[in-house]
């Protein structure tokens, strides 16, 4: 039953509790790594890798959950941007297409797949033209590095045949369509399995780990103060090099250091809607225009995503609040084209994240900058910004040529093209072996191949978890499409630190049920109690915490406005703190 392999690359890449204060005493213990990272999100656990896969030394420091930030609350699509060829960048779709083959090829088979999008029309010959052009060139551009697409060609369609594809489209809101596919990833998962890979080759990662300050020698930074916020423990992280990649919060690192910088990010706000699969009859996705962007309707197993806004947003920012008005919108406009119209009643999930955007001289977000910068602003110390999050990995290497640039001696290139992320090495094979697999571990297969898309060959993991403790097998309460051994694994092995990571980035349960994960919250954090070392105290104020942050964003979602939806979201307590015995 086991994969050859897979258990020596799981207990490598482990990120539980013991490897957690392990990562700290080697920061702390007076060593110097060659780079820190700051920002577990995306682009700092791609740096992490790339620098490691290097053969440097690194240290990963987060002040949250990995991918708390933008990183978990995306459109979950690994995409070229269909929309930035109007604008005439070639080059950044080129460059995200590559990106997209490489991850479906070869780097993260188990994670990353393809999904279809139709492109309903209004306008009978010009309109045809001219998106079949776009869409022509979109598919050229996948294949001008000379590598294997991984999605299907496009196709032209009839509006009777969009109709079969899609229909709960209204019949008199297009006159034909487009298909053509991209692919979709879980945001939050796909972040975990990059640090857990990065640790396989040895970083050192801890999360709940905040950078408070820098340390300098001169003008040169020489390393990083961090305060671990569960034991309020403070660490001197000393290095050759630090990157700053924390997204939107760029400019605030930036000011630990002094001054701004010569990076300015500004936050984008975007806002998508998770409604059941039956609402909407479609074996496809949609996309559509809007009067500021696109629209994407995203099939995401058995729901819908659909989003998203593109607003400017100068509040919180570690908790982004959905309003009324931006539900109201992204329903608003998805009714323009379906024949039965969804109401708020619809919804069993909303989240909100931010785009870091590069400024520039124009006032809407939605024609900001999507390319990345990296910048070496003062000694010591890189800055790497904006960006999308299907070229995280060009954003990585750039990063870490510029850390190259800074240590003596002479560092490798990039490998991460080459490099499967855990979990991805012999996908194919286990895949196809998915029915034994359910034969000898007793599980359906449809639950084996639930595991194998979100695992990989890690999946072995969890099945012998299963065979040690058989009523791990179990679906989780409230939330039967996860078994009770994920909610374990997800402490032992993913980093999850708290009930809220566990139900809301390791799993989706938070915004894939009707309840937002309340009714598995009791049983999820008694699972989670003794692999965490949680007191009785602690699991009822784990429980406690969720429930308020929970109600706090209902709450937020009825009000009007960012202003208010803001102050309402703040209500909640930000982080649970660990109760002393």
Known sequence: MAVE???????????????????????????????????????????????????????????????????????????????????????????????????LGRIAPHLVRPVPFLFPMTHRVWERAYIGAGVALYDALSLSMGQ?????????????????????????????????????????????TVLRTAAAYGAQIASRTQAVGFLREGERVTGVRVRDLESDRQLAVRAKQVVNATGVWTDDIQELVGGRGQIHVRASKGVHLVVPRDRIHSSSGVILRTEKSVLFVIPWGRHWIIGTTDTAWDLNKDHPAASKADIDYVLEHVNAVLNTPLTHDDVEGVYAGLRPLLSGESEETSKLSREHVVAHPVPGLVVVAGGKYTTYRVMAKDAVD????????????????????????????????????????????????????????????????????????????????????????????????????????????????????????????????????????????????????????????????????????????????????
């Open 148 to 192: 294997d697409r991984g999605v299907p060609h496009h196709r032209h369609l009839t509006r009777t045949q969009a109709l079969r594809i899609a229909p709960s489209l209204r019949r008199d809101a297009f006159v034909g369509a487009i298909q053509y596919w991209d692919a979709q990833v879980d945001d939050a998962r796909y972040v975990m």
């Open 402 to 581: 510029a850390v190259a640039h800074g240590l003596d001696g002479k560092v490798p290139e990039s490998c991460t093209d080459q490099v499967a992320l855990v979990g991805g090495n012999g996908f194919p094979a286990v895949w196809n072996s998915r029915h034994r697999l359910a034969d000898s571990s007793g599980l359906h297969v449809a639950r084996v191949e639930h595991l194998l898309r979100r695992y990989g060959t890690l999946t072995a993991d969890l099945l012998a978890l299963i065979e040690d403790r058989p009523d791990l097998g179990k679906p989780l309460e409230g939330a039967d499409d996860y078994l009770r051994a994920e909610v374990v694994y997800a402490a032992t092995h993913e980093g999850a630190r708290h009930l809220n990571d566990v139900l809301t980035r390791r799993t989706r349960i938070a915004i894939e049920t009707w309840d937002r994960g309340l009714g598995a919250a009791r049983e999820a954090a008694e699972l989670l109690a003794p692999e965490l070392g949680w007191s009785a105290e602690q699991t009822e104020r784990e429980i406690e915490y969720y429930h308020k942050r929970v109600e706090a964003e209902r709450d937020s979602q009825a009000q009007v406005d960012d202003q208010d939806a803001d102050a309402t979201r703040r209500g909640a307590p930000d982080i649970v703190p660990i109760a002393t015995p």
């Open 5 to 103: 392999g897979s258990e020596i690359e799981g207990n490598r890449s482990r990120l539980g509790p013991a490897e957690r204060a392990a990562a700290l005493d080697r920061m702390g213990g007076g060593g110097e790594f060659d780079v820190v990272v700051v920002g577990g999100g995306i682009v700092g656990a791609g740096v992490a890798l790339d620098a490691a896969t290097r053969g440097l030394t690194v240290a990963l420091v987060e002040a949250r959950d990995y991918a708390a930030g933008t990183s978990s609350r995306s459109s979950k699509l690994i995409h070229g941007g269909l929309r930035y060829l109007e604008q005439r960048d070639f080059e950044l779709v080129r460059e995200a297409l590559t990106e997209r083959g490489l991850l």
